[in-house]
């Protein structure tokens, strides 16, 4: 059964990650899509975890006594990941905290506000038509010159409802959650495709969140008018480029049955179901 575990958490870190990435039928239901995500995330971290236990418990079951130093060795291995994956998170989290106060500090300084969009907003004098947020205690959204003067009162709406949507359901600290877990595996077991999807998927929410308050074609219509814009890599935003946009609005104007969230959620929920079923099957 340790055995097991160690297979199926490899299996849930390397492989599968890599899969869903290439499930393009998976983006057209963005939440269930994310809930899948981080419940395949979450079985790698417990299966990662349970091999330990389930030596201890096998070790236990043989009339024979258990060697010492296989326990010793499963512990530090379990121990290690463990220990590896507290340590990214304060990494990442601290980085990311840093740079983000650093980044507000400078748009409230060269920034004017922008009250009648929210008291949160910040305008930048550039042409450039950009539109972002910077998440944390203190959130912000950053405008440019250019999106107010590019875009009619519509689409800047919209735009302002896809920021709003990050900073109110902490998109952040969805993407957080996987940055860290790429950080924490070795190299040759992270996946840039695989977090690049989510950080679509989140995009998605976001789009649709906005779709509800001014319609689909209009989001549609702000994306394609940003399409190309960069904003900084600690916030989230419309950056887009000219193919992500007609992806997103594909996913915007082309969503899944109603069926097949259902599904995923089921998937997901079996995924995760594994590495516990495993673990109970050695002290049963």
């Known amino acids: 059964m340790p055995v097991a575990l160690g297979v199926l958490a490899l299996a849930l870190m390397w492989p599968l990650p890599r899969l869903l990435a290439r499930m393009r039928y998976f983006r057209r239901a963005p939440r269930a899509a994310l809930f899948v995500w981080q419940l395949v995330a979450l079985a790698g971290i417990v299966a990662a975890l349970a091999v330990a236990p389930a030596v201890v418990g096998v070790l236990d079951a043989q009339p024979s006594g258990r060697p010492t130093w296989l326990i010793v060795l499963a512990v530090a291995v379990s121990g290690g990941m463990l220990l590896q994956l507290l340590r990214s998170g304060h990494i990442v989290g601290r980085r990311l905290r840093a740079v983000r106060r650093e980044h507000r500090e400078l748009v409230d300084l060269i920034g004017t506000r922008a009250d009648d969009l929210g008291t949160s907003t910040r305008l930048l004098e550039h042409p450039t038509p950009t539109a972002y947020c910077v998440p944390g205690l203190r959130q912000r959204i950053v405008l440019t010159r250019g999106t107010l003067d590019r875009l009619p009162p519509d689409e800047l709406a919209a735009v302002v409802a896809h920021e709003r949507a990050h900073l109110h359901r902490r998109h952040d600290l969805v993407v957080e959650?996987?940055?860290?877990?790429?950080?924490?595996?070795?190299?040759?077991?992270?996946?840039?495709?695989?977090?690049?999807?989510?950080?679509?998927?989140?995009?998605?929410?976001?789009?649709?969140?906005?779709?509800?308050?001014?319609?689909?074609?209009?989001?549609?219509?702000?994306?394609?008018?940003?399409?190309?814009?960069?904003?900084?890599?600690?916030?989230?935003?419309?950056?887009?480029?000219?193919?992500?946009?007609?992806?997103?609005?594909?996913?915007?104007?082309?969503?899944?049955?109603?069926?097949?969230?259902?599904?995923?959620?089921?998937?997901?929920?079996?995924?995760?179901a594994l590495p516990v079923l495993l673990l109970a099957l050695v002290y049963r």
């Open 177 to 272: 959650f996987f940055t860290v877990l790429h950080v924490a595996v070795p190299p040759f077991l992270r996946a840039e495709a695989a977090l690049d999807e989510i950080r679509l998927l989140v995009e998605a929410l976001a789009d649709r969140s906005a779709a509800r308050e001014v319609g689909p074609l209009t989001v549609g219509r702000a994306l394609g008018t940003v399409a190309g814009a960069r904003v900084p890599d600690v916030a989230l935003g419309l950056q887009v480029s000219p193919a992500a946009a007609a992806t997103r609005i594909t996913l915007l104007t082309r969503p899944a049955p109603v069926w097949v969230s259902p599904l995923m959620y089921a998937f997901g929920a079996s995924v995760l």
